[in-house]
């Protein structure tokens, strides 16, 4: 594999696992949204 196409396989991954951290962050905060509202009611 030449350096090119390694630099661009490695920041596709990088930018996936970007995505799916920003993903589970936004599951988390939804979460305790949920907890919240439970809670008040």
Same mark, same amino acid.
């Given at each position: 594999?030449?350096?090119?196409?390694?630099? #661009? /396989?490695?920041?596709?991954?990088? =930018?996936?696992?970007?995505?799916?951290? =920003?993903?589970?962050? #936004?599951?988390? /905060?939804?979460?305790?949204?949920? #907890? =919240?509202? #439970?809670? /008040?009611?």
């Amino acid at each position: 594999m030449d350096k090119q196409s390694f630099t #661009e /396989a490695f920041a596709e991954l990088r =930018a996936r696992l970007y995505r799916n951290g =920003a993903l589970l962050d #936004e599951a988390k /905060a939804n979460q305790k949204r949920i #907890e =919240a509202k #439970e809670k /008040a009611a």
